[in-house]
C-alpha cells in the first residue's frame, strides 16, 4: 500500500509558478514509478509527467514539456511538480499517481495503482 497527499495547489497569475509535492507513505518512492496527472472540468484525466522507479529517467506531456519539472527527493520520500510559465490551460485537478511494478508505458491512468486525493491549480488569465 502507498498512501499519496499532494499540496501545492492554488490560485496563480498567468506566467506564474506553483510546486506541488507529493508526500507518500507506506512504500519508498524510488521503488515506484511516480506519474503526475491531471483533469479538468469536463475532461479525462491526462497523463503530465513521470519519474521512472528504477532511474531517474522523466518524460513530460508535450503540452508542458519545457515549463514543468518533475523530482523526487527519497529523504522525503516525496514527488515535486514545478511548474513555470503557467498558462490558464493548466487550470485543472493535479494528482500524484504511484506505478509499484514495472511497465514500459507509464502514461495510461489505468496502469497507475495508487492516487492522491488532488490539488487544484488555477491559473487566471
Known amino acids: 500500500q502507498v498512501q499519496l497527499v499532494e499540496s501545492g495547489g492554488g490560485l496563480v497569475q498567468a506566467g506564474g509558478s506553483l510546486r506541488l509535492s507529493c508526500a507518500a507513505s507506506?512504500?519508498?518512492?524510488?521503488?515506484?514509478?511516480m506519474g503526475w496527472f491531471r483533469q479538468a472540468p469536463g475532461k479525462e484525466r491526462e497523463f503530465v509527467a513521470v519519474?521512472?522507479?528504477?532511474?531517474?529517467?522523466?518524460d513530460y506531456a508535450d503540452s508542458v514539456k519545457g515549463r514543468f519539472t518533475i523530482s523526487r527527493d527519497t529523504a522525503e520520500n516525496t514527488v515535486y511538480l514545478q511548474m513555470n510559465s503557467l498558462k490558464p490551460e493548466d487550470t485543472a485537478v493535479y494528482y500524484c499517481?504511484?506505478?509499484?511494478?514495472?511497465?514500459?508505458?507509464?502514461?495510461?491512468?489505468?496502469?497507475?495503482?495508487?492516487w492522491g486525493q488532488g490539488t487544484q491549480v488555477t491559473v487566471s488569465s
Open positions: 507506506g512504500r519508498t518512492i524510488s521503488s515506484n514509478t
Open positions: 499517481a504511484a506505478q509499484p511494478t514495472y511497465h514500459y508505458d507509464y502514461r495510461p491512468v489505468h496502469l497507475y495503482n495508487y
Open positions: 519519474i521512472r522507479r528504477s532511474s531517474d529517467n522523466t
